[in-house]
């Protein structure tokens, strides 16, 4: 099946400093999705970014589908910003989380 | 809007025992996922329902996991007989699409905390 890497594995960062996530993908795939996981388990979507860029806020995505790796911005960083990272992809019907990346932002 | 309800919220059962847990999900939605977290791992979706049909069982142990979404809205996962390394987090998710082919978010609801003894 695809494999689904995650870099790094564990990052801390200092209030207000900004991080780049990375996601590699083995294989062409026919969806993306950037999740954050909260510390007390809760999972949220921040995009759906199967190709390109996108603007949230204070985080941005881009991914490039032909390269296949994707990007996860995250600026001036906030301790509720904390939690893990997982990208997930899906190629035809089989979806598949990455391992994540564990973030602290300490004050 | 109400959000994704799961319960119970912990379980701790002894091996080869059985056990049950069921998922409510967002009014209207008509994708349901359960998904199986490890401490330390990604999800890894066990089963996927549109409306009360499955879409995607391929990753479920199916001789000892079952799941069931009658009538399309609520959905019941079942273990029988559990092992050890079934401790886990079972989250169910649901959303209106199927979110595989669309940008359809899904929606988590707090999981189920599974520890066998």
């Known amino acids: 099946g695809i494999q689904v890497e995650q870099s790094p594995p564990d990052l801390i960062l200092q209030e207000g400093a900004n991080s780049t996530l990375r996601c590699n993908f083995s294989d062409s795939v026919n969806n993306l999705q950037w999740f954050h996981q909260n510390p007390w388990g809760q999972l949220i979507n921040l995009f759906y970014i199967p190709s390109g860029t996108k603007q949230n806020g204070r985080l941005s995505a881009t991914t490039v589908a032909t390269e296949r790796y994707s990007l996860l911005y995250i600026s001036s960083s906030q301790t509720t910003d904390s939690g893990v990272y997982f990208c997930a992809v899906v190629r035809y019907s089989t979806l598949t989380f990455g391992k994540g990346t564990m973030l602290l932002v300490s004050p | 809007e109400a959000g994704v309800a799961q319960s119970p919220r912990y379980k701790i059962i002894e091996k080869r025992q059985s056990v049950a847990f069921w998922c409510n999900p967002i009014?209207?939605?008509?994708?349901l996922y359960w998904y199986q977290q490890i401490l330390g791992q990604g999800p890894k979706l066990l089963i996927q329902f549109q409306n009360n049909g499955v879409v995607d069982d391929s990753q479920l142990p199916k001789d000892r996991f079952s799941a069931e979404r009658l009538k399309g809205v609520d959905s019941t996962l079942k273990i029988q007989p559990a092992k050890l390394e079934d401790s886990a987090v079972y989250l169910c998710?649901?959303?209106?699409?199927?979110?595989?082919?669309?940008?359809?978010?899904?929606?988590f609801g707090d999981g189920t905390r599974l520890s066998i003894l």
């Open positions: 009014s209207g939605h008509a994708t």
């Open positions: 998710a649901s959303s209106l699409g199927d979110w595989a082919n669309s940008d359809q978010p899904q929606h």
